[in-house]
């Protein structure tokens, strides 16, 4: 730290992403990528737009946010695109959170919102998940604070049903609540349906799981008009230009082409039934998910020793060092050879 940081941030402790090794040297399980590439139609339209680099790309991104509203059902005023979703969540902790209205999310979930809210400023509550990891809707109702759920949760990959959103919804009417879906495409229950009812809803997707688009950072939040135009706020207020304009063509390729990703959304879910039976075989428990990953644990090794001699063997997991959770992985659904190389490995560690 250098004499001249400001004493706001000297305590903030900032997100850890997964492993980014460069060369594809790992069968790289470990920060939830899809394993196909983008539609075709994505690097098309983007070879396009690199003849228009010499100017600013459009700061409404209104061609973009049309083509969202039209395949949700929602008004372009309706939604707000961001570098990244995580950008957008950014936007949420410093649009409706401060010391007055303090932040909510599980004890175990994504674990960027307690680096959002410190690097913000604002107070937070952990809320212990059950002992299964099942979120209790009940500890969030009514508690007045702004309510961050991953739905499905990461790591976890447990999923909340729609109606006890919902309950949480109309408990907190004076609160926004932030349903952070960026696992829903692969088997969960979006809220996005809600919007229309509820003016305290945020819901949050990205580009980056189910559309292979991780590398091109994009999201979006979908919400009553009033909530975004509070965000446009903050967006106006650090970075008009958020999205690039390769960023936009792409996006707008990624979703003429939906059927691509449905189909690779349904193979990942088959890979990932494969993968759990399979994992079970091999005396894993696996927590149910509706993501594309599962988190597993073996009484046969703790987590942290099973991620190192994975390494060692070429695949990537994601091990948290934290409580309740470090004898778990988290373990990306890849394509069924990655998978197959992963059992391979664990077969031969556990020598099963
Ligand atoms: C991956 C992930 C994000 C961030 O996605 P980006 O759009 O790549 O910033 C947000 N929330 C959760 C729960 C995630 O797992």
């Known amino acids: 730290m250098s004499r001249f940081f400001s004493s706001k941030y000297a305590q903030l402790s900032p997100y850890v992403p997964g492993e980014q090794p460069q060369g594809m040297l790992y069968t790289k399980l470990n920060t939830n990528e899809s394993p196909y590439p983008p539609s075709q139609r994505a690097a098309q339209l983007a070879a396009e737009y690199t003849r228009q680099l010499n100017l600013y790309p459009d700061p ?9 509203a039209q395949t949700y059902g929602v008004s372009a005023d309706e939604v707000i695109l961001g ?22 999310f599980a004890d175990v979930t994504y674990g960027f919102y307690p680096v959002f809210a410190a690097l913000n400023g604002v107070p937070y509550e952990e809320i212990p998940l059950r002992e299964d990891f099942g ?40 609160n926004v609540v932030v349903v952070d879906e960026a696992y829903v495409d692969f088997g969960g229950e979006s809220s996005v349906p809600l919007v229309r009812e509820y003016d305290n809803l945020l819901v949050v997707h990205t580009f980056s799981k189910s559309r292979s ?28 230009y958020n999205i690039n304009s390769m960023t936009i063509a792409m996006g707008m390729g990624v979703l003429e082409d939906a059927d691509y990703t449905r189909a690779n959304c349904a193979r990942i879910a ?14 894993f428990e696996v927590i149910p998910s509706k993501a594309n990953f599962v988190f597993a644990r073996t009484d046969r090794l703790c987590g942290r020793e099973l991620y190192l001699k994975l390494k ?20 990306t659904i ?8 992963l059992l391979n490995a664990l077969g031969a560690i556990l020598e099963v």
Do not use: H, W
Not at 153 to 164: F, K, V
Not at 270 to 280: G, K, P, S, W
């Open 270 to 283: 088959e890979t990932r039934e494969y993968t759990t039976r399979r994992l079970m075989e091999l005396g």
């Open 213 to 240: 688009m991780a590398g091109a950072r994009l999201g979006y939040g979908i919400a009553n008009s009033a909530l975004i135009q509070d965000m446009n706020t903050i967006r106006n207020s650090t970075n008009p």
């Open 135 to 174: 979120i209790d809707a009940d500890d969030y109702c009514g508690i007045g604070k702004t309510i961050f759920i991953a739905n499905p949760n990461a790591p976890t990959g447990l999923m909340l049903p729609r109606t006890e959103i919902e309950r949480i919804l109309r408990s907190n009417p004076n």
């Open 312 to 331: 060692e063997r070429g695949v990537l997991v994601r091990n948290f060092n934290k409580d309740r959770i470090s004898d778990y992985n988290r373990i």
């Open 334 to 341: 890849g394509t069924v050879e990655q998978m197959d190389a």
């Open 83 to 104: 570098n990244g979703s995580d950008e957008v969540l950014n936007f949420a902790f410093m649009a409706f959170c401060d010391a007055e209205t303090p932040a909510a």
């Open 60 to 68: 409404e991104c209104a061609v973009l946010r049309a083509k969202l």
